[in-house]
């Protein structure tokens, strides 16, 4: 059983173009997130939610609009597409930071976006 | 920013220990150092994570200096599958106390046969 799935692996678009990555996860975690992954190999975060609620709202482009329908999925909506945006985006999960103060997050295998 | 420095690059024989550096001179006291690994084309991969403590797990030991200006994690006996790029990562606090993860550009670790 695969612990933090994202739906596609791959996906390559024309600029211009609307286009949603999704995620889910099945550990029962109370937090997920989106990191970006550029081509020189930063990875860094874009988004957080604790229970369906956003949490963290890095310095992204309002074009992106991350959505949770409930505390186990989190999907990545990107409207307008541009060039800039052609890298690996890493949905992730872990439990509350909050109450522990420390927890391993869980990723799922990224989503190798293409923008054409 | 980044708030640890590693080497951008280490290479390791196989079955012997790997001892990977990280700095992180200005962390705070309420700041956990982690270790993530990610095999190429893969995600991330949790190692361990410590606050004062040494600590280990079935993965790797990690050993954290008395000031936690820097740490080092070893890996007791490398493999070929332990070639990926280890990131050295401080927990960062943000607003109402929840924390993210800082991400540097890690160290890229080869085991040679």
């Known amino acids: 059983d695969t612990a933090v799935s994202q739906t596609p692996k791959y996906l390559v678009t024309q600029m211009g173009n609307d286009k949603s990555i999704k995620c889910e996860q099945n550990?029962?975690?109370?937090?997920m997130y989106w990191y970006k992954q550029d081509s020189k190999k930063f990875l860094k975060i874009m988004f957080s939610?604790?229970?369906?609620?956003?949490?963290i709202n890095e310095t992204v482009p309002n074009r992106f609009s991350p959505k949770s329908p409930d505390k186990a999925h989190l999907n990545l909506h990107i409207n307008s597409l541009e060039l800039g945006d052609s890298a690996v985006y890493f949905c992730?999960?872990?439990?509350?930071?909050?109450?522990?103060?420390?927890?391993?997050?869980?990723f799922g295998q990224g989503t190798r976006l293409t923008v054409v | 920013d980044a708030k640890t420095t590693q080497p951008p690059s280490m290479d390791c024989a196989e079955g012997r220990a790997a001892n990977l550096p990280c700095n992180h001179s200005?962390?705070?006291?309420?700041?956990?150092v982690y270790w993530y690994r990610q095999i190429h084309s893969q995600g991330p991969q949790y190692i361990i994570h410590?606050?004062?403590?040494?600590e280990t797990n079935e993965m790797a030991s990690l050993i954290i200096t008395e000031d936690r200006k820097s740490s080092t994690l070893i890996l007791p006996h490398a493999t070929l599958r332990d070639t990926a790029v280890y990131y050295c990562i401080v927990s960062h606090p943000n607003a109402g106390n929840n924390r993210k993860l800082i991400w540097g550009l890690g160290t890229s670790l080869a085991v040679n046969p």
């Open positions: 939610y604790n229970n369906k609620e956003l949490i």
């Open positions: 200005t962390i705070s006291g309420n700041e956990y």
């Open positions: 992730a999960s872990s439990q509350d930071w909050a109450r522990q103060g420390a927890a391993e997050a869980f």
């Open positions: 550990l029962g975690h109370d937090t």
């Open positions: 410590g606050l004062k403590n040494n």
